[in-house]
T-cell receptor, first 112, second 112 residues
Framework: QQPVQSPQAVILREGEDAVINCSSSKALYSVHWYRQKHGEAPVFLMILLKGGEQKGHEKISASFNEKKQQSSLYLTASQLSYSGTYFCGTEVTTSGTYKYIFGTGTRLKVLA | DTEVTQTPKHLVMGMTNKKSLKCEQHMGHRAMYWYKQKAKKPPELMFVYSYEKLSINESVPSRFSPECPNSSLLNLHLHALQPEDSALYLC???????????FGPGTRLTVL
């Protein structure tokens, strides 16, 4: 049930671009993206909703393909501060109850 | 105020101790969550409170006992824990189904 993210890890130089993918075996109603730095709490980046609505707080972009049950996060012109672990998250239903589940995670390291 | 606070930041306890973790938010969010996170893994849902009622319990052992005294507070009572319960415990709150979660800084728990 847990969404699978790819790649598992990526190393970039400052200014390079990266794409992080999140793939689910279950229907996705919305996808959330978070970044977590080592020893800190996850911080919200973006929500993508079924129907195309998108809410975010930073200069990043993402896509949501409901048919393919996939989402991708696009990081352009990466900065050192982008380093961390990125998680997608979504609601899944189990016996009629919605519960929140995070993806497997992608570790991103940006080098100077 | 968009902050979720958690106390204590660090906790070391023996297997026979009883301790409590505390989480507080003043954003008026009616959904509050407890997660457990092991190193290099995504946060794993433990409990969800919705309008101060326990709505999800992810088959968590009874040595973890959640409590929601009011709409701003969430406690996690710990008793007779095992060394494998050592982890980062995160609290989060959320306004609604399509909204982001706000995370507290977490409590780093070590069980000896």
């Amino acid at each position: 049930q847990q969404p699978v993210q790819s790649p598992q890890a990526v190393i970039l130089r400052e200014g390079e671009d990266a794409v992080i993918n999140c793939s689910s075996s279950k229907a996705l109603y919305s996808v959330h993206w978070y970044r977590q730095k080592h020893g800190e709490a996850p911080v919200f980046l973006m929500i993508l909703l079924k129907g195309g609505e998108q809410k975010g707080h930073e200069k990043i972009s993402a896509s949501f393909n409901e048919k393919k049950q996939q989402s991708s996060l696009y990081l352009t012109a990466s900065q050192l501060s982008y380093s961390g672990t990125y998680f997608c998250g979504t609601e899944v239903t189990t016996s009629g109850t919605y519960k929140y589940i995070f993806g497997t995670g992608t570790r991103l390291k940006v080098l100077a | 105020d968009t902050e979720v606070t958690q106390t204590p930041k660090h906790l070391v306890m023996g297997m026979t101790n009883k301790k409590s973790l505390k989480c507080e938010q003043h954003m008026g969010h009616r959904a509050m969550y407890w997660y457990k996170q092991k190193a290099k893994k995504p946060p794993e849902l433990m409990f969800v409170y919705s309008y101060e009622k326990l709505s999800i319990n992810e088959s968590v052992p009874s040595r973890f006992s959640p409590e929601c005294p009011n709409s701003s507070l969430l406690n996690l009572h710990l008793h007779a824990l095992q060394p494998e319960d050592s982890a980062l415990y995160l609290c989060a709150s959320r306004a609604g189904f399509y909204n982001e979660q706000f995370f507290g800084p977490g409590t780093r728990l070590t069980v000896l």
